[in-house]
Nanobody
Framework: LVEVEESGGGSVEAGGSLRLSCVAS???????MGWFRQTPGKAREAVAA????????YFSDSVKGRFTISRDNAKNTIYLQMDSLKPEDSASYSC?????????????????WGQGTPVTVTS
């Protein structure tokens, strides 16, 4: 079992920045970790993902150029740096980890999920 825990959510004005962190308890059992977001009444959306072997990260079109994802393998941690935030970025952001992820934007590829951390961007 891999436990996943997010931190770093909060409230920020439009144009501001936030950094989310995600720790996986056993990163050696994962090949990919990613971030998804969801708002009430909407489908979960893939935001970004990063492979542990250094493959090209994934970003959704809605966040390209504004968000970056990085990892610290020694700390079993990934980070999502969110810049130029917009009100439409407001959501609950969840971190996910998977052992055999091939398509990083598919939620079904991930086996382990965190509880989510809220992000609110005010205009």
């Amino acid at each position: 079992l891999v436990e996943v825990e997010e931190s770093g959510g909060g409230s920020v004005e439009a144009g501001g920045s936030l950094r989310l962190s995600c720790v996986a308890s056993k990163s050696y059992r994962t090949n990919c970790m990613g971030w998804f977001r969801q708002t009430p009444g909407k489908a979960r959306e893939a935001v970004a993902a990063i492979f542990t072997d250094g493959g090209r990260p994934y970003f959704s079109d809605s966040v390209k150029g504004r968000f970056t994802i990085s990892r610290d393998n020694a700390k079993n941690t990934i980070y999502l740096q969110m810049d130029s935030l917009k009100p439409e970025d407001s959501a609950s952001y969840s971190c996910a980890a998977g052992q055999y992820v091939a398509v990083p934007e598919l939620a079904s590829e991930y086996s382990y999920w965190g509880q989510g951390t809220p992000v609110t961007v005010t205009s």
